[in-house]
């Protein structure tokens, strides 16, 4: 029986023990008229009996899962030759990969011989049975739970107290998962970090003005120089960010004041949706019109005032990220200032402010907290785009604060260390985790301060 096929008959079997323990519940006080005679309403006696038949069944098959690759490539292993048996764990690894290939029908590296075939063979029936086993395990599971559960009810049965447990212990398991994967990614990023700094200074890194990661893989090759500063990088990022934010925060603010109080309901209905429609383009979009458009439009306009452009450059990136952030910084800003009070408003109008004052000395300032978070998620997504720069900056690490010179960032620099034929261990691919923790840096810092921020002015207007 296929996953798809077992899963839909666990949740078919679920049901049944649903109605199952509801139905029991309601017998044992002798029918729906005595209901108030159960500790728990009926339906917590279905889930209770609905779980029990479930979740022992679920742990089955993950443990299954977990279990099964492994005994069936010792089992596969034991049925080779001796000579097989000895070939190196890499060796191995792809013999392995063209039995199951050739089992499954995919493309077989190499030739397929008479021992593969029969390894083939092999592979597939002990696949079938472990298939078999684990179905009518899973189901046998299923149903001896449901059994239990529904012999165990009975009026004082707390079902409830039961149901709600599974569930508090179900929610406090999704939020571990959530912690547990962020603490994993900035230990794995640390730690391959800490390698890399074993082989590059991190002074040598932090201020280095030269960023050449090409390291040779022979001792005859030329051409890798292996410098590792990343600060042109880190410029590269600052300038782009900035234009795209100087572009975006101005924008997406005052679309944001317009549209919750200048703007009537019909022009805000249509004119929001619109807005955010830009939010919906995906970002190689947006690197086709900066490169397309955008920037031979910026370096037509340059050389018509004597200037010298490049046909790539941090203006037509940030002006094209800018206006893709604008959705943003907009819709954010504007849930922000239509959550301050009508009463601040109208106590100002009282006073005689007029409605310009209104909204730069009572509105901003009391909704400052949600705009600051929304400018700092906004410059977080500005340093974090890749393909926009890509395209439209290119990869030149050049040291400069010129916006119309080719320039890079460090989330490109990420993409481009992790591609090509240098072996995982070099520096130069290690060197992509250190920019991650980089970022990861940078990223706190602005978080905390974003904080505080909000802090301070939400006690101030609470």
């Not at 078919?12 to 500790?39: E, I, M, N, P």
């Not at 493309?107 to 472990?130: F, H, K, N, P």
Request: hydrophobic content about 55%; some cysteine.
């Amino acid at each position: 029986m296929q996953m798809t096929t077992l899963m839909l008959v666990l949740l078919a079997t679920a049901a049944a023990a649903f109605s199952a323990g509801r139905s029991r519940s309601l017998q044992t006080v002798g029918g729906a008229s005595k209901v108030v005679k159960l500790h728990s309403l009926p339906g917590y006696y279905g889930y209770f009996t609905a779980l029990c038949c479930l979740l022992p069944a679920l742990g089955l098959i993950l443990v299954w899962q977990f279990v099964e690759p492994r005994v069936i490539t010792a089992y596969l292993v034991s049925g080779l030759t001796e000579a097989q048996q000895a070939l190196s764990a890499g060796e191995l690894d792809l013999l392995l990969n063209n039995i199951r290939n050739l089992a499954t029908g995919d493309a077989v590296a190499g030739t397929v011989d008479a021992s593969l075939r029969s390894a083939a063979l092999r592979y597939q029936t002990v696949t079938q049975q472990s298939q078999f086993w684990l179905s009518v395990s899973a189901l046998a599971v299923a149903v001896f739970g449901a059994a239990i559960a529904w012999r165990r009810i009975h009026p004082e049965f707390r079902a409830r107290n039961r149901v709600e447990t599974v569930m508090l212990g179900t929610l406090i398991v999704a939020s571990s998962i959530a912690i547990l994967t962020t603490i994993g990614i900035v230990l794995s990023v640390l730690f391959e970090s800490l390698r890399f700094f074993g082989e590059v200074p991190i002074s040598d890194f932090l201020f280095g003005l030269t960023w050449s990661p090409q390291t040779a893989i022979r001792a005859d090759q030329v051409g890798s120089s292996g410098s590792f500063g990343a600060v042109p990088l880190f410029a590269g990022t600052l300038l782009i960010t900035t234009i795209a934010m100087t572009v975006a925060v101005p924008v997406g603010l005052m679309t944001a004041i317009y549209l919750s109080e200048f703007s009537n309901s019909n022009v805000r209905t249509v004119a929001k949706p619109l807005l955010e429609v830009l939010a919906g383009i995906p970002t190689v979009v947006y690197g086709f019109f900066a490169a397309l458009t955008v920037a031979p439009a910026i370096r037509g306009f340059g050389e018509g005032l004597g200037l010298d452009v490049a046909s790539e450059s941090a203006l037509a990136a940030g002006l094209v990220m800018g206006i893709m952030i604008i959705p943003l910084v907009s819709s954010l800003s504007d849930d922000a200032i239509n959550a301050v009070p009508r009463a601040m408003r109208d106590g100002a109008l009282g006073l005689g402010a007029t409605r310009a004052e209104t909204i730069l000395q009572v509105i901003l300032p009391a909704a400052l907290p949600g705009i600051v978070g929304g400018i700092l998620l906004a410059v977080s997504r500005a340093i974090g785009e890749t393909m926009i720069v890509v395209m439209a900056a290119g990869l030149a690490a050049n040291l400069t604060a010129n916006p119309f010179e080719a320039v890079t960032t460090v989330t490109v620099q990420i993409v481009t260390l992790l591609v090509g034929d240098q072996e995982f261990d070099s520096a130069k691919t290690l060197a992509a985790f250190a920019l991650g923790l980089m970022l990861f840096v940078v990223t706190l810092c602005l978080n905390v301060i974003g904080l505080h921020v909000v802090r301070k002015y939400r006690e101030q207007y609470e």
